[in-house]
């Protein structure tokens, strides 16, 4: 298992590099920056997990449906199936980031040669679930939809549904915390499970200072090839009753209120201001199964389904050993309910 992770981080070093300097044929041409961090970050971990002293044997094949909003899980999810002796694995691309994913898979077939087999393609929503059947242990990232339709399968799986991420702005107000905000709503255009969607805070009268500070960090995190300012803008006008002001970017929305207001539109950010711990908890009890991540400079509850803390700035890079949900770890990742 060893030698099929130091393929792998062999693989992930080279494709790190040709991203670097634009050799790497992909139709993802946004936010670079952040996705070589991520990169270099799961070049980090797979040199950290290889120190591992034991690992829990997993399936022989496995099928795995790649989420449609964040194009880094399979570098993150790779080190998993090669430390539980995986020998067959099937990635279900999404259709926009099709083209990287399959270079990166190209990658790992030249180093990997016979040892592991390795392939992906785009499949339609019927092709994917009639192929799945075919292997062992199915792992799949989406929407409520597909985890419905994997319990009908009839075969071992695990699901990670949707969720969003917090921020916590609680002990300073700075122009820093406040750049380092921006960077984590409008990372992956506010789709991703790891950006932030909401902000609670108990400041107030900064608003002109956080619209400069998304305006200076939208030119870095510009938007997703399939970003529609249209669309953002009637879901926020939608909402536009349930908020006390708007405030419209270039490409972006600030949204101010006095609860989470339950939007769906890309690079927005949800202000809420709460006036003491047992409000701040109050508001956030109802979705305390969705969160994902929370970022914070001071307090934060920890009754809610979070599995990663963060300062400002870092929700998109979890530590070593982060497996996407509260609670798993590597030895219990293939644990699954009969099916």
């Known amino acids: 298992m060893r030698s099929l992770l130091d393929n792998y981080l062999r693989a992930l070093e080279e494709f790190f590099i040709d991203y670097q300097n634009g050799k790497v044929p992909s139709d993802i041409s946004y936010q670079k920056l952040l ?15 290889g120190s591992k002293g ?28 090669l430390l539980s002796g995986v020998r067959d694995v099937f990635f279900k691309f999404s259709s926009k980031e099709g083209k990287f994913q399959e270079c990166f898979i190209g990658y790992l077939k030249r180093h990997f040669k016979d040892c592991l087999q390795v392939s992906g393609d785009f499949l339609s929503h019927e092709e994917s679930l009639s192929v799945a059947k075919q292997y062992d242990f199915i792992i ?6 597909l985890g419905q339709k994997l ?57 002109d200072q956080l619209f400069t500070c998304f305006s200076v960090t939208s030119r870095e995190l510009f938007p997703m090839s399939d970003f529609d300012m249209d669309q953002s803008e009637y879901e926020v ?7 006390q ?3 419209k970017g270039g490409d972006f929305f600030l949204l101010f209120a006095d609860k989470l207001v339950e939007i769906d539109a890309a690079r927005t950010l949800v202000v809420v201001k709460f006036k003491d711990v047992s409000e701040l908890e109050s508001i956030i009890y109802p979705y305390k199964d969705f969160i994902q991540g929370i970022a914070t400079d001071g307090y934060y509850p920890s009754f809610t389904s979070c599995s990663y803390v963060a300062k400002f700035g870092e929700l998109q890079f979890p530590p070593c050993g982060w497996y996407f949900e509260n609670g798993i770890i590597l030895d219990n990742f293939w644990e699954v309910k009969d099916v």
Not at 35 to 49: F, G, P, S, W
Not at 140 to 145: D, I, N, R
Not at 168 to 180: D, F, H, K, R, V
């Open 35 to 49: 996705i070589e961090q991520i990169l270099q970050k799961c070049i980090e971990c797979t040199c950290e997990i």
């Open 54 to 81: 034991s690992f829990v044997k997993g399936p022989e094949k496995v099928f795995v449906f790649l989420p449609g909003n964040v194009p880094v899980v399979m570098f993150q999810i790779m080190p998993v199936l």
């Open 140 to 145: 799949g990232f989406g929407g409520e939809e």
């Open 151 to 207: 319990g009908l399968l009839g075969k071992p799986y695990r699901f990670f549904g949707p969720k969003f991420s917090i921020g916590i702005l609680w002990s300073e107000l700075s122009i820093s915390a406040l750049e380092n905000i921006a960077f984590d709503n409008l990372s992956f255009d506010t789709r991703g499970c790891l950006s932030m969607k909401f902000l609670l805070t108990p400041w107030e009268g900064f608003e």
């Open 237 to 243: 006008l939608r909402h536009s009753l349930e908020v």
């Open 245 to 247: 002001r708007i405030v």
